[in-house]
């Protein structure tokens, strides 16, 4: 604290002594012709460097922002938004003229009304219109080793509050607020900085090979569990996010820009983007993001910088930062920067890349965005109003979806977590009071419900319809490229419904449903219930939401005595119990159980009932061999080099922080010796694990599993436990399904230089010829996949008999026989399996009847692999049951002996 007001107080005796030179003794060279004004504190007197000398870390960043608030409190506010997992604080900036910022709070308001023509007619939009200011929205470093949009973003403020007489900036002031997420990820990019500036040398090393240019693992790209939360936009799983969007929802700024890096040899790019488009976007917003695009062309030219557009970068999953706000009427787009990965890199061309260079190209696209923007000021406004018009009339218009209702029959803690989803998306959800009808469907009150004929309505719609094309000619080019033996031009996942990840039951109408009903807050809490506190026998809880998950995590880690049933069960001829129930008896517990339950219940929103009888009529009594004790299971994850990040880091975040239980992070290298004696559990994310896990790795792990460890690998670590030099599972992965041709004259000659001759017709002939003859399966960039559950199994107990989830890559492995294992999740038949998404016609019949969960036992232990990742983006939340059980209940099922 003393330090801060010391470096304030050295900062002003600076300015008061030497009033001119402040700029003169700054390297402020990025815009031309401009006079920097004094009362404004530099980068030089707030941080002892220059722009661009350094890359600034993020306590130095809130520095330099606090610094600019003190000197111009009347142009410019600090807002926190959030706390990191690692606790750093998350600020935006907003930066205007003396009287926007008076009046932030005001114009606040008036956006509000501006975008809820329910309540705003035209002549009062207009009257809005004619009062608000024009507003940007500039988001930075996202990716933390995306690291000059950072100091750009400060350069950025700089510029605006000391130079607010230069053309531009007055042009801009005069009618735009500009708003500035300078660090939109701290964790990661103090990962970067710290590592950084610990490997660096006597210079600075601009060779790729350095350890300057290499990042290790995890790289800073992710925040602290590891996700990229430029994909997070969708299920909100990320503090950082739900920051984000509580702030967008409340400015709702016209245009919002994510800026970015790529690789150091590449030039700039920004809008326009490249296709495909979601088809929810409006001609006006892709009009104004042309403009935007065109305006830095014109910067771009005149100081001399390459630049590109419409490659690479699309814009059609809704879960970007540049994708999310066009949902509220925003206008959008994403920016790139070659990146310098450090101070300095060497193009390929030999040019010098510095940080200073990149620092200067996204801080003249954020200025000329913001003129952009100010040039544009009445027309964004009218478009933003009139989004929210033809949002409203679409809605209306939809005689099919116009209404999406979600029954609340099953699963209620999934359905509870899908509506205040949608509320934190600013999405109306509706939650009936009393029982009503619709499109001649009986629902029962507390089922939810979405009018797609509201500001949002777009947004509902693209998240709970179950299928979002893409464009046709798209589709067309993408399968010609593919036929040429080319890489298609899919960036990332083609399916998104909600409902379906979820794994929720929801229904359309088109008719106006009439019921009374209240609006969903995104915290309404989840309610639980415990029938017959006083029980005398037991509680049960019935298995088959996270709400019981929660339950059973929350016992185990309070010493409480939980037994879980196998199968179903029907206590006294009168209710019936899901297999998987859990069973907490009093006579094997403490006298303070009942407290305990009531205050579980109360934290976790389970449903319990209390029993006064054990006597099950139908199924496994509570002393049956059927009906296994649990217990607190000790978890590790293999952690570091070779694994996934992602994936790691995804699976860790649903363990510890959707089911509240812990994991110890193992780096590989030491599962190749180590006594894994101490652990229940052995999960292993997704990666490429034969090299560093070699003979001793595989044969510690296999011996482990035998004395009872339960081995979970997921996703492609599935291939690694199938290798037949590694020996974990026994399942062989497939090549591509081919028509049986002449493959059999090929083989004969295999090993000669000489081949027999063959004659060929057309190019065709010519392209199948020169097939690698061991191909896998074409890569998909990720669809929703049907997948049907065994229903007789301990570990699906309480598992939906169908379930969605990723199919994603290639790896489609043949089923386990029975002498070894069992396949108890597959894919759906090939017409069924694609449940939303674009997916390649071969793929889906090759997919059909596949596994998807295999359980091998092995010894005292066992070994269950997920052929596809069950984790992804912690967005799958239909697949969470089964993933529980697949620790708790599969460490209750092993032998091992008492550890
Ligand atoms: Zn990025």
């Known amino acids: 604290m003393k330090i801060k007001q010391s470096l304030i107080l050295f900062a002003t005796f600076i300015i008061m002594l030497n009033p001119l030179t402040s700029a003169a003794s700054d390297n402020y060279d990025m815009w031309p012709n401009t006079q920097y004004n004094s009362d404004i504190p530099t980068h030089q007197q707030i941080l002892g460097y220059g722009v661009g000398e350094r890359i600034t870390n993020h306590g130095d960043m809130l520095r330099f922002f606090e610094a600019l608030e003190r000197a111009a409190p009347n142009r410019i506010k600090l807002f926190e ?103 939109q990820n701290p964790d990661g990019r103090t990962r970067f900085t710290s590592r950084y500036y610990a490997t660096v040398g006597m210079n600075h090393s601009s060779d790729r090979l350095s350890a300057e240019q290499n990042e ?98 699309d814009a059609f999953y809704p879960g970007y930062g540049d994708s999310w706000p066009v949902f509220y009427g925003a206008s959008a787009a994403t920016y790139e920067v070659a990146s310098s990965r450090g101070e300095v890199f060497q193009k390929l061309t030999g040019e010098k890349l510095t940080y200073k260079d990149t620092v200067h190209r996204h801080f003249v696209a954020s200025i000329s965005t913001a003129e952009g923007v100010a040039d544009n000021h009445k027309k964004l406004l009218n478009n933003f109003y009139d989004y929210q018009v033809s949002a409203i009339a679409e809605g209306k218009a939809n005689k099919k979806e116009r209404f999406f209702i979600m029954p609340n029959k099953r699963d209620k803690a999934g359905n509870h977590r899908l509506a205040t989803l949608m509320a934190q998306h600013d999405v109306e959800v509706q939650q009936a009071d009393k029982a009503f009808k619709a499109c001649g469907i009986n629902y029962t009150a507390g089922a939810y419900f979405i009018d797609t004929a509201q500001p949002r309505g777009r947004f509902a719609k693209t998240t709970f319809t179950q299928q979002v094309d893409m464009p046709k000619d798209f589709i067309k080019e993408q399968e010609r490229r593919r036929a040429r033996q080319l890489n298609d031009e899919i960036y990332d996942v083609t399916g998104w419904s909600l409902p379906l990840m979820f794994n929720i039951d929801t229904n359309a109408c088109g008719k106006n449903i009439k019921v009374a009903s209240h609006q969903i807050n995104s915290d309404s809490p989840l309610v639980g219930d415990i029938s017959n506190p006083e029980a005398t026998v037991a509680y049960l809880v019935p298995w088959g939401d996270m709400a019981a998950g929660r339950f059973l995590t929350e016992a185990l880690q309070a010493g409480i005595t939980v037994k879980s049933a196998d199968k179903a069960f029907t206590l006294d001829n009168k209710s019936n119990y899901p297999a998987g129930t859990l069973i907490i008896e009093k006579r094997t517990n403490n006298d303070d159980l009942t407290a305990n339950i009531q205050k579980i219940t109360q934290n976790t929103g389970a449903i319990v009932n209390g029993v006064n009888t054990s006597w099950v009529t139908k199924g496994p009594s509570f002393g049956s061999g059927n009906t296994v004790t649990m217990s607190a299971p000790k978890i590790a994850m293999a952690w570091g080099d070779s694994v996934s990040s992602l994936s790691a880091g995804n699976t860790r975040f649903v363990i510890e922080r959707q089911f509240n239980y812990p994991v110890t992070a193992i780096r590989v290298n030491k599962l190749t010796r180590a006594d894994l004696g101490n652990y229940h559990v052995l999960i292993l994310p997704s990666g490429h694990y034969k090299n560093s896990l070699g003979k001793n790795g595989a044969d510690n792990i296999k011996n482990w599993v035998e004395q009872g460890g339960v081995l979970i690998t997921l996703g492609n670590a599935t291939r690694y436990a199938a290798d037949s030099e590694v020996g974990l599972l026994a399942v062989k992965r497939e090549l591509a399904y081919k028509e049986k041709t002449e493959s059999k004259a090929k083989k004969d000659d295999e090993k000669e230089s000489t081949t027999v001759g063959t004659l060929y017709k057309d190019k065709a002939t010519l392209l199948k010829a020169s097939e690698n003859s061991k191909d896998s399966p074409d890569f998909v960039a990720g669809v929703l996949a049907n997948i049907e559950v065994d229903q007789e199994h301990w570990l699906t107990a309480g598992v939906h008999e169908k379930l969605v989830g990723m199919a994603y890559g290639n790896d489609i492995y043949a089923p386990i026989k029975l002498e070894a294992g069992k396949n108890l999740a597959w894919f759906s038949d090939a017409k069924n399996v694609l449940a939303s998404g674009y997916l390649w016609e071969e793929n889906k019949k090759q997919l059909a009847y596949k596994p998807f969960l295999i359980h091998q036992p092995t010894g005292k232990g066992m070994v269950i692999s997920f052929t596809q990742e069950p984790t992804t983006r912690a967005y799958l939340d239909g697949l969470n049951v089964m993933l529980m059980n697949s620790i708790f209940r599969a460490a209750a099922h092993a032998r091992p002996l008492a550890r």
């Open 81 to 183: 938004y959030g706390r990191t997992w690692e606790g750093r604080k998350l600020i935006y900036a907003a930066i205007g003229s003396v009287e926007n910022i008076k009046n932030l709070a005001v114009h606040t308001d008036n956006i509000q009304k501006l975008a809820d023509p329910r309540i705003t007619n035209k002549k009062a939009a207009q009257q809005l219109i004619n009062k608000l200011p024009s507003s940007v929205w500039l988001q930075y470093g996202v990716h933390g080793n995306e690291i000059s949009s950072t100091d750009a973003a400060m350069m950025t403020a700089y510029h605006l509050l000391a130079a607010p007489e230069e053309a531009t900036n007055k042009k801009i002031l005069n009618n735009t607020v500009v708003f500035i997420d300078p660090l």
């Open 216 to 313: 290790p693992w995890p790289r800073g790209r992710s925040n602290h569990y590891l996700f990229d939360m430029n994909r997070d936009w969708l299920a909100i799983t990320q503090p950082e996010t739900a920051g984000r969007i509580k702030s967008l929802n409340h400015r709702l700024p016209l245009v919002v820009i994510d800026l970015h890096e790529m690789g150091g040899d590449q030039s700039y790019y920004f809008a326009p983007a490249a296709q495909p488009f979601n088809p929810h976007m409006t001609q006006d917003q892709i009009d104004n993001m042309n403009a935007i695009g065109k305006n830095h062309g014109k910067h771009f030219d005149s100081i001399g910088f390459d630049y590109f557009t419409r490659e690479i970068f």
